[in-house]
């Protein structure tokens, strides 16, 4: 699997968007970009997934670059409770078995 | 409704003394996933089952064991912990192992301390 790039830590105003950075500059045509968070004390739980065009859903909204190389989660109002460590992971057909191959991931606080 | 149910959440065992981690799952999937996940690093793959079959992982070591019985449970089991296996262990399903699109659930983990 591709390798990913994220910022170690973000801080947000609760209530306020939150856009959280992933460079992947070398994804192949075929990698599809996952999110996962991770709150506190708890496993690991899916957020969003695409491949080329943006994606919504109830969750958060994920931004692709045309180029690919880049993609960014977007909450657009952060709660407490998305306090949590945010994975980019890339997964193509090729990968291990389908499996999840975590980097450090994005510690995001969120200030009342 | 929890969907990957592990027991118990914190588990305490001694150095060298097999210990056993349980995870069960109503959602009927085919694939049941291990991981290891040590203090402030990334969750880690130890192995996985892709119905009976077993795929373990080329770096995980010959103390860690799987067994699952039947389509609901999987079972870790440690031979002999030591001090570097104290980590939290987390469970995963998801329905194909190789679909890019597929979506892994996990467990809430288990959290092994060895004394």
């Known amino acids: 699997d591709a390798k990913t790039t994220q910022p170690n830590s973000m801080e947000s105003n609760e209530e306020e968007p939150v856009h959280l950075p992933c460079n992947h500059s070398t994804i192949s045509g075929t990698d599809y970009i996952h999110w996962y968070r991770q709150l506190p004390s708890q496993g690991p739980e899916y957020v969003i997934h695409g491949l080329t065009s943006n994606v919504n859903n109830r969750m958060a909204s994920l931004a692709i670059a045309e180029d690919r190389k880049s993609s960014t989660l977007i909450l657009h109002r952060a709660t407490l409770r998305d306090a949590a460590v945010y994975y980019c992971i890339l997964r193509d057909l090729g990968g291990s078995q389908g499996n999840l191959i975590f980097g450090k991931g994005t510690k995001l606080s969120v200030k009342p | 409704d929890a969907m990957v149910i592990q027991n118990p959440r914190y588990q305490v065992t001694q150095f060298g003394k097999p210990v056993t981690l349980s995870c069960s799952q109503t959602l009927n999937h085919n694939v049941m996933y291990w991981y290891q996940q040590k203090s402030s690093q990334a969750p880690k793959l130890l192995f996985h089952y892709y119905d009976k079959d077993f795929n373990n992982e080329a770096d995980t070591p010959d103390n860690f064991q799987s067994r699952r019985p039947n389509t609901s449970f999987c079972f870790l089991d440690i031979r002999s912990p030591g001090l570097g296996d104290a980590a939290m262990y987390l469970c995963?399903?998801?329905?194909?192992?190789?679909?890019?699109?597929?979506?892994?659930?996990f467990g809430p983990g288990t959290r092994l301390l060895v004394l």
């Open positions: 995963a399903t998801s329905r194909d192992p190789s679909g890019t699109q597929e979506t892994q659930y």
